[in-house]
Every structure is written in C-alpha cells, then in structure tokens.
C-alpha cells in the first residue's frame, strides 16, 4: 500500500460567519469538480446543494459539523474555495438597470465580503412572549425542498425552522421538542403584525453580498449594483 | 446553481480524452490537478499545438 502524500496541496485560511471560527482549507480537485457537475446538471437543487456541502466537508482541514452550517456559511466557505480552485476573478453577467442590456463584469471572488450576522436574534412577540430566532441551516433549506409544498407552505415551514425557542413569564420552551402541530398552531395564531416580525427575520437572512460599479456598454449609464446572494457571482 | 462550475461534463470528458488519448497524461494526473492547474496545462497545450502547426506548414511552404 502507498504512503498518504502529505503536504501536495496548498492550504488557506477562511473565517465561518456564523461562529466566527478560523479553519483551514484547500482547493477542490479535478475529480471534485466532476462530481459537483454530475450534481449541478442532474437538475435537482437538493442534489446540487448536498454536492456543494460534501465539496465543502472535503475541502476543510480542521474538523466541522456540517449540519452546524447556515445557509450562508455555504455560500461564503463555497465562493472562497472555488476561488481557489477555479480562478479568483469570475465574470458575470449583470443587467444594466436603465436599459436591460447584459454587461460582463469581472468580480474578484476574495473580496466578497463576509455577511454581517446581527447579534440579537430574539423577537418580542408582546410584553410577556418573546422568540429566540436561529438562521436555517443548510439540512433545514434541504427538507424544504424535498417536500411538495406551496411557495406559501415553503415560507411557513421556513419560519417554523427559524424559530428556536419560545420564553414566557415561567417558561422557556424549545422548539425542536414541540410537536410539529403545536407549532403551527403558534404560528398561526400570530396577530398579522406580529407574524411580519418574524416574516421579517426570515426574508433578512444574512448573504454574501459585494457592491459592484460598472459603465452600461450600451447606453453608458454609471450603474452601482449590489450583488447579493451565491447566484449572483457566477 | 448550474452556472456555479465554469465547465460542463460533456467538455469536461472530451477535453481529458484528448489529455489522455493525444498527450499522454493519465486519468489520475488530471483528475489530482486543480482545475486551474488543469486550465493552464490545456492552454499550455494550445499554444505548443498552434506553434508546431505554424512551424510544419512554414516547413511545407519552404
């Protein structure tokens, strides 16, 4: 049997925006990249989003949860390790606001920046309940999908997720050991303006975002654009 | 989510049977590069391709 190749790829070091923890990791490979285009043109999102996290588990040195990552940390840790493995400059195609046309813009992905995680996340749902919200991981994201669900059910199901625990005058009560039911209940029985309290929390879930500033090639319109979320850098 | 990888398996297949068919690399080598290593490697390849061909057709001119 061969001895293990040590030291053969170059390691970097990247931030975890959801807990701020520094880990070290490599580029993908050749072999890596086939299997996320294998997942990427299956057409199948869940598919493509559990290629992209097992890429990411491979790619990563120091040891992590991968059920422990949100959405977010997804998209950052992945956009740093592709830059490494692909090229650091991607080229995307950004519509000019004033008249439509499709300008190629180049984007260095290292200066994507981290997305700001607010502290707080408690909500007070009236002067004696408040919610302790957490962002949905990647296997909450990942559940959503495989069910057959209305955009309506989908946005329910999301806020449910989001919620981690309820405190009353004399209770703390966690959400993962309530019935699924009673959570519905919950939230349905939310007034309209409590409930846009939490559909707030849910629709400011934290991306990587980079502001980008580019001369429209056909009506030479300066336009300053934020580029937000994974889709938009590639 | 497609336009996340900057190749696609059909080019992807077709570039490293030409890797392995013309230009003797093996399956491993390729598949162990980084994508940017193999990048490079292929427009390495390109360059010397289109030089020999300018080369051998000065060569039959002359």
Not at chain 1, 90 to 112: A, F, H, Q, W, Y
Not at chain 1, 126 to 145: C, F, H, K, W
Not at chain 1, 159 to 170: A, F, L, N, Q, Y
Not at chain 2, 2 to 13: F, K
């Amino acid at each position: 049997m061969a001895l293990p190749k040590l030291n053969d790829k170059p390691k970097y070091e990247l931030v975890i925006p959801s807990s701020g923890k520094k880990v070290k990791y490599r580029p993908y490979l050749v072999k890596e990249e086939k299997v996320l285009m294998m997942a990427l043109e299956s057409g199948d999102k869940n598919t493509a989003l559990n290629a992209v996290v097992d890429t990411i588990e491979a790619c990563i040195n120091d040891p992590i949860d991968k059920n422990d990552l949100s959405i977010f940390d997804i998209e950052y840790m992945f956009i740093m390790i592709r830059s490494k493995s692909v090229g650091e400059i991607s080229e995307v195609g950004v519509k000019c606001p004033k008249c439509n046309t499709v300008n190629e813009v180049s984007i260095k992905l290292d200066d994507v920046k981290l997305p700001s995680i607010p502290k707080d996340k408690s909500i007070e749902i009236n002067d004696t309940i408040s919610l302790q919200m957490r962002y949905p991981g990647y296997m909450d994201v990942a559940s959503l999908e495989d069910e057959t669900l209305s955009g309506t059910e989908k946005v329910f199901k999301l806020i449910g997720k989001c919620i981690e625990s309820v405190t009353t005058e004399d209770e703390f009560i966690l959400i993962k050991d309530t019935p699924e039911s009673e959570l519905e209940e919950f939230i349905e029985s939310l007034s309209s303006a409590q409930f846009m309290k939490i559909k707030d929390f849910v629709e400011n879930i934290p991306t990587v975002e980079k502001d980008v500033t580019f001369h429209c090639k056909s009506c030479s319109e300066k336009n300053d654009i934020k580029l937000k979320g994974i889709d938009d850098f590639f | 989510m497609i336009a996340l990888s900057h190749d696609n398996l059909v080019n992807y297949y077709k570039t490293n049977f030409r890797l392995m068919q013309e230009h003797n690399y093996s399956l491993s080598e390729i598949e162990n590069m980084i994508p940017w290593e193999r990048e490079v490697y292929i427009s390495l390849l390109i360059d010397y391709i289109e030089k020999e061909t300018e080369r051998i057709n000065k060569k039959m001119q002359g």
